[in-house]
């Protein structure tokens, strides 16, 4: 599932400012937090050296990003432990070679200057990532699962998983059948019930046929949402069947 249908069902974004190290990097795994001290990355060495095998490892770098806190080593180190992806609020470099080791990492940006190794830092703790759009930081805690795609990463908060899975399901259902319209040459405002009387320069149809669109437009919604629920009242792509099942964020335990 994409990062922008898990976004719109309770995934709580990452900040904007994150980007995937080479196109097409993508993961999804739970967090194994990492605190860096500032332009320091001994941190992140002991994260690889002790994250479980299939974790994703996401560095709070203290708010000093503009440093290569993820390097070739590092990179080559964490996919040979079995570390399926990195993410830091802050700086990497190397990158070919970085994209060489197939090891999806996100990142603020670009520095050559290397960080030191030996001032300290802590891993497995929660930790503070910044997020796009809200009032504070994001927390961040072991065993959360995080997702990351070309269109950003998002948190899915342990105890919430199985119903941000479901819910997205539904919804993607649903965004399917728009698109399907929409290939069908169907007009957006009608399938998603827009008013561009609202817009300065519309010229489009009478109000009277405006109105009439909207009553078409709520008919095709209302059969969309039957299309996403499927004949038996779930998703047609079954989330009642998801949401049966435990999800790993959402019983682990301890932080």
Do not use: K
Not at 84 to 90: A, K, S, T
Not at 108 to 117: D, F, L, P, S, T
Request: proline share 5%.
């Amino acid at each position: 599932m994409g990062t922008a249908a898990l976004a719109r069902n309770g995934g709580r974004p990452f900040g904007t400012h994150l980007f995937s190290v080479w196109p097409g990097a993508a993961f999804a795994a739970t967090a194994f937090p990492v605190r860096c001290v500032p332009g320091d990355n001994l941190a992140i060495h002991v994260a690889v050296a002790q994250a479980p095998t299939g974790s994703a490892l996401v560095v709070d770098v203290a708010g000093e990003p503009e440093y290569g806190y993820v390097d070739e080593i590092i990179a080559v180190a964490a996919r040979t432990r079995g570390v399926v992806g990195i993410v830091l609020d802050g700086c990497v470099r190397d990158i070919a070679a970085i994209a060489h080791s197939e090891l999806p990492v996100f990142g603020a940006g670009v520095a050559v200057r290397e960080a030191g190794h030996d001032a300290g830092g802590a891993v497995g703790q929660q930790i503070s990532m910044s997020a796009a759009g809200g009032p504070g930081p994001l927390p961040v805690r072991r065993g959360d699962w995080i997702v990351a795609d070309d269109d950003g990463v998002v948190c899915l908060p342990r105890g919430q998983v199985s119903a941000i899975i479901a819910d997205t399901v539904s919804g993607i259902t649903r965004d399917r059948a728009i698109v399907d319209a929409v290939h069908a040459g169907e007009s957006t405002l009608d399938l998603l019930g827009l008013d561009p009387s609202r817009v300065s320069g519309w010229e489009g149809a009478a109000d009277r046929d405006s109105v009439r669109g909207a009553g078409r437009a709520r008919s095709r919604t209302a059969r969309l949402d039957q299309a996403a629920r499927g004949a038996d009242g779930r998703s047609a792509l079954r989330p009642g069947v998801v949401a049966s099942r435990r999800v790993a964020g959402d019983v682990y335990g301890g932080d």
